[in-house]
């Protein structure tokens, strides 16, 4: 059966701090991963990777993928308070998505 | 600008009451979903339209049915709602293809008393 799971499942830092987010996967027919941060409400996109290896990044955001490996990393630097949300990943095969069950990050001031 | 819109955001019905959700889009995507999300989980796949392909998920129950009239609704009808399905239901869309990126609406919360 396929499966996304996320580690860890919440986590508390401090502004400034850097985090990383991890996600393992076993999706059959595997084609991208994608991460979401989740508020109060809907989930708003950050990113997809499709390809092994290459690091894609939006501002103090980044991710990257291990096709060989099966997981995927979001990192945070310089944490805000306004990185406090839910980060969700999720595998996707053809339009199937299956999310892992999240990251609560919480980040004081 | 292009969206993701979903109605009514917030919705109360009464046990085994007939209701319906909807989501229309502006993004003249393919592909469209329905989730349901309950506190503090994952969304849930129910099921997805690619065009007017219906595509149903193996564990969602029959209660819960799908319409897609054209390319820009997609509307949730939930038979007889149990308490068990109070939730947040979170309309997606994709553009299909090789895109496989979702954008979600605001979602409905649904509230069986």
């Known amino acids: 059966e396929d499966k996304v799971v996320q580690s860890p499942l919440s986590l508390v830092v401090h502004e400034g701090d850097t985090v990383t987010l991890n996600c393992s996967y076993e999706?059959?027919?595997?084609?991208?991963l994608l991460w979401y941060k989740q508020e109060k409400k809907a989930p708003t996109f950050l990113f997809m990777l499709?390809?092994?290896?290459i690091e894609k990044k939006s501002g103090r955001l980044s991710s990257i993928l291990d096709k060989k490996e099966l997981f995927s990393i979001l990192n945070i630097t310089a944490t805000q308070t306004g990185d406090s949300a839910v980060y969700l990943c999720?595998?996707?095969?053809?339009?199937?998505?299956?999310f892992g069950a999240g990251t609560r990050l919480t980040v004081k001031p | 600008d292009a969206m993701v819109i979903q109605n009514p955001r917030y919705q109360v019905t009464q046990f085994g009451k007939p209701v319906t959700l909807s989501c229309s889009q502006t993004?003249?995507?393919?592909?469209m979903y329905w989730y349901q999300q309950k506190s503090s989980q994952a969304p849930k796949l129910l099921f997805h339209?690619?065009?007017?392909?219906?595509?149903n998920e193996a564990d969602t129950p029959d209660n819960f049915q799908s319409r897609r009239p054209n390319t820009s609704f997609c509307f949730l009808d939930i038979r007889s709602p149990g308490l068990g399905d109070a939730a947040m239901y979170l309309c997606?869309?994709?553009?299909?293809?090789?895109?496989?990126?979702?954008?979600f609406g605001p979602g409905t919360r649904l509230t069986v008393t």
């Open positions: 997606a869309t994709s553009p299909g293809g090789s895109s496989y990126e979702q954008y």
């Open positions: 999720a595998g996707i095969n053809n339009n199937d998505m299956r």
């Open positions: 499709t390809s092994s290896g």
């Open positions: 993004l003249n995507h393919n592909v």
């Open positions: 339209y690619y065009d007017k392909d219906f595509n």
């Open positions: 999706v059959t027919n595997f084609r991208s």
